[in-house]
Every structure is written in C-alpha cells, then in structure tokens.
Antibody, heavy 118, light 112 residues
Framework: QVQLVESGGGVVQPGRSLRLSCAAS????????MHWVRQPPGKGLEWVSV????????YYADSVKGRFTISRDNSKNTLYLQMNSLRAEDTAVYYC???????????WGQGTMVTVSS | DIVMTQTPLSSPVTLGQPASISCRSS???????????LNWLQQRPGQPPRLLIY???NRFSGVPDRFSGSGAGTDFTLKISRVEAEDVGVYYC?????????FGQGTKVEIK
C-alpha cells in the first residue's frame, strides 16, 4: 500500500526550530521527487519546497527560503524538512506529497500540525 | 508567480444535481513541451488533499467518472455530473506549468 506518514509537528516558540519527517512505503521512494505543501488553519494550500529524486536539486518558496531546508535519505525512505527561525505565519498543517511525471501531487500524507506561538 | 482564480468560492448543490467550478490563470498554462499542467484536487473535511484530475482532463486512478475536467489556455472547468454526499469538500485547481506551483483559493462544495 502506497503511503506517506508525516511526523515531528508540535508547538514551538517563535525563533525556534523543528524537524519534520515523512516516511514513505509501498513504492520506490528513490525514484520520485518529493514536496512539502502547507495549509494554515482554515486557509488554502501553499507549496513550500521540492527535492529531486536523488537529492541533487532543491527549491523553496520565497516565504521560507533561507530558513527551511529539505533533505531526504533514500536508504531510509524518508523525507525531511528542517525548519529554523520559525514565525507565527509558519503555523500550518504540513503535508508531504509525491510528485509524478505528469506534474501532479499524486499521493499525499495525512499531514502534521506545526503551531508557532509564545 | 502565476495567480489562479477560482469561481465561485462557495457552491451549494442539491444531491444528484450537477456542479461546476471555474479556474482562471493569470498566464497561459501551455508548457513549451505542448502539455497543459492544470490539476484539480479535492479536500474532504478533515482529510488531506487528493488528486482528481491531471493535465486538464485526465482522471487519476480511482476517481469516479462523474468528475470531468476541461479547458485550455487560461480557462478551465471542473464538473461533477451528479453530486453525491461524499463530494462535499473544498476543490482546488493547481498549475504546474511554471515554477513555483500555485493553487487557486479553493471552492467549497456543500449540500443544500
């Protein structure tokens, strides 16, 4: 069964750090680009970051550039998002999603909630 | 960035009746490779998004055939031929022609 399971969310103070994980199963993780997409409470979807299947390229939304770092460990079938210097506006559910050749997010995880608050 | 604008933002529908959602992009979504990378996603209450349609009109695996997508250039439409109770949720269009991928604001489909 193809599955993505996020973890690592929680409540954190502004300026602190958090690392999210996304464990993949049921498919060849090392063959797929992977993304992080977030959704603030009651709001729409915002793309955050992408990493190529082999980790060779990484891109970020302007809103997180310089603060967030995406990475992956293909030997562990796991995607990561290191979030530093967190701000209140980073509060959201964070989803990992598998990218397809047809340029669509074809598989989504259940999401993990990040709350940045003092 | 390409701006995606959906209308309406809310759509009350009677069970068994059709529903239609429009999505307009601020630039043409025709890629240099000839494809148009416009996707539709469904998000049921309390659930993650789910891919419904990719490249304008292709239904993803397991998506019922009451869902259909159409359009070209900058104007696109998602249609539900006969709305069922399980179709309640928010629908997003999303473009992947130009980096970064961008989403519409979402259209809430609810039962009258």
């Amino acid at each position: 069964q193809v599955q993505l399971v996020e973890s690592g969310g929680g409540v954190v103070q502004p300026g602190r750090s958090l690392r999210l994980s996304c464990a993949a199963s049921g498919f060849m993780f090392s063959s797929h680009g992977m993304h992080w997409v977030r959704q603030p409470p009651g709001k729409g979807l915002e793309w955050v970051s992408v990493i190529w299947y082999d980790g060779s390229n990484k891109y970020y939304a302007d809103s997180v550039k310089g603060r967030f770092t995406i990475s992956r460990d293909n030997s562990k079938n796991t995607l990561y998002l290191q979030m530093n210097s967190l701000r209140a506006e980073d509060t959201a559910v964070y989803y990992c999603a598998r990218w397809a050749d047809n340029r669509a997010f074809e598989i989504w995880g259940q999401g993990t909630m990040v709350t940045v608050s003092s | 960035d390409i701006v995606m604008t959906q209308t309406p933002l809310s759509s009350p529908v009677t069970l068994g009746q059709p529903a239609s959602i429009s999505c307009r992009s601020s630039q043409s979504l025709v890629h240099s490779d000839g494809n148009t990378y416009l996707n539709w996603l469904q998000q049921r209450p309390g659930q993650p998004p789910r891919l419904l349609i990719y490249k304008v009109s292709n239904r993803f695996s397991g998506v019922p055939d009451r869902f259909s997508g159409s359009g070209a250039g900058t104007d696109f439409t998602l249609k539900i031929s006969r709305v069922e109770a399980e179709d309640v949720g928010v629908y997003y269009c999303m473009q992947a022609t130009q980096f970064p991928q961008t989403f519409g604001q979402g259209t809430k489909v609810e039962i009258k």
